[in-house]
């Protein structure tokens, strides 16, 4: 019995097509949400407060991350010192490091707790409380590194 070169020839082609189909398979991708977060206020000296948030992050993607970059915003703090008890954004020279921690390595569906010092600040007269935690506050993931293992 002989097979003629054409069917050969499409048979193989099949073959590699298949084969790349297969292979082509899509890269496994990392995805950390902010499962809980809460502020609190945390005097730092006699006449000033500072905002404070704790929380978990949680990895929900399909592989291990690491380096995960956690901050704090006020979205509706002032840029302006009243020594009022209003709360005002920290100068815009960068976060620091206890505003921005970053959490080293979380496995997949794994949580991890946060703290992030001075998401605001409250300059107060003497004795003065600061006013009550502003209204509009968020904390984001920044960014995070896919773990390969």
Known sequence: MHIPDRTITICFLLMVLS?????CEKPKSGK?????????????????FELCAKGKVKNVGEVAVKNVAVTGNCLSCT????YDGSWINPPDTGKSAEQ??????IPIGEEKE?????????PTQRDQSPKDIPEKLEVVVVSFETASE
């Open 114 to 122: 946060f703290i992030i010092k001075n998401v605001a600040y409250a």
């Open 100 to 105: 921005q921690p970053v959490i080293n390595y």
């Open 79 to 82: 840029e302006v010192y009243k």
């Open 19 to 23: 084969v790349c189909l297969f292979s």
């Open 32 to 48: 950390v949400v902010v499962s809980e977060y809460d502020f609190y206020i945390e005097r730092v000296t006699k006449t000033g």
